[in-house]
C-alpha cells in the first residue's frame, strides 16, 4: 500500500480519489455527500478503498457552502462567563453535534457594537440558524436575518421579534420560592436582583414577586437591584428588627454570590441571621455555611430545547411561534431552615 505524507494528503483531490477508483468525479461526490444510495456497492467500495490509500479528507466546508448548507448554528450570548449562559450553551453544543451540526458562539459581552459586530460576522459564516440570548438592541440586524432564517430566543423575549421561545417559567419560579419561604417562618423578604436593564426574564421576576406578595397577607416586602451600596442596603435590611424573620432571594446566581460576600462582609451568621433560596444552582451552592437552597433551571433541557425549535423550523415547520416554559426544581439545604 502506497504511504503518503500529511502534505500529500492535504493535496489529494477528489479528482485523485475518482482516477485511483476508476469511476467518475461525480461517483465520488455522492460517496461523501447524501447520495451515498445512489451508488452501486462495488462502486462504493472502490471509493472507500481509494479514499482510505490516499488518505483524502473532503473539505465539508467548502462543500457546504457549494450545496448552500454549511450545518452551522449561530449562538449569541450575552455573557458567556454567566454559569447560566455557559450551561445553555452546553445543551445547545451537545443538541447540534448529535444532529450533526456545529455551533458557532458569539459573546457580546453586554456591548451594543460587539453585538453588532457580531450579528454582521455570523451572517458571513452562512449560519444556518441563530439562536439568540441577549437583549436584542440591533432589532434591524436580527430581523433581517430572520427573514433569510430560523431565529429561536433564550431566556429573553425581544418583543419585536415573534420567534420561539424558550426558557424559565419565571412566575411558577417566583410562586416556588415565596411558598417555601413561608411555609419555613420567613416574613420579611428581599428579592436582590441584577438591574432590570430592559431583561424580560428579570423584569418579569420582579412583576411576579410583586404580583405574589399582593396575595400574602403575611409577608413584608421589598425589591433591591444590586448595586454598589449593596452591602448597606443589606445591612440596614438585618437591622430592622419588626417584620419578622428575614430571608434574601437572589433572582440569580449573580445575586447569591453577590449577597453571600455581602453578609460575610457584615459578619452575619449565614442562614442564621437571615435565610436565603436562590434561583439557578451553581457549584458552590452546597459549599458555602449549610448550602444554598436552589430553583434548579433545567438549563441543559433549555439548551437542547432551543435547538429542536430551531431544527424543526429548519425542517419546514411554519406553526406559529411558541413559548416553551420549564419548570425549576426545588433544591433543599441548610439556608432556608424552619424560624
Known sequence: MTSFSAAQRNRVTMLDVANRAGVSKASVSRFIGDDRALLSDTIALRIEQAIEELGYRPNQMARGLKRGRTRLIG???ADIRNPYSIAVMHGVETACRQHGYSLVVCNTDRDD?????????LRAYNIEGLIVNTLGHHLEQLLELQREMPLVLV??????LHSD??????????????????????????????????????????????????????????VLEISDDLT???????????????????????AALACTKALRQLGCR??????????????WYPLVGSGITALAQPTEAIGASAF????????GDTSPPRALDFAPQLILRGSTQPV
Open 270 to 283: 449565614l442562614f442564621e441571621d437571615v435565610g436565603l433560596i436562590a434561583l439557578d444552582d451553581l457549584d
Open 113 to 121: 457594537e460587539q453585538e453588532r459586530q457580531h450579528l454582521e460576522a
Open 308 to 315: 429542536d425549535c430551531l431544527l424543526k423550523r429548519l425542517r
Open 165 to 222: 421561545l424558550v426558557g424559565l417559567d419565571n412566575p411558577l419560579a417566583v410562586r416556588m420560592a415565596l411558598e417555601h419561604l413561608e411555609q419555613q417562618g420567613y416574613r420579611d423578604i428581599l428579592l436582590v436582583s441584577e438591574a432590570a436593564d430592559g431583561t424580560s426574564s428579570r423584569v418579569e421576576r420582579m412583576e411576579s414577586f410583586h404580583a405574589q406578595i399582593s396575595r400574602r397577607n403575611s409577608l413584608h416586602a421589598a
Open 75 to 77: 449562538m449569541l450570548v
Open 155 to 160: 431566556d429573553r423575549k425581544v418583543e419585536a
Open 232 to 254: 448597606s442596603r443589606l445591612q440596614a435590611f438585618v437591622a430592622t428588627c419588626d417584620t419578622g424573620p428575614k430571608a434574601l432571594f437572589c433572582a440569580n446566581g449573580v
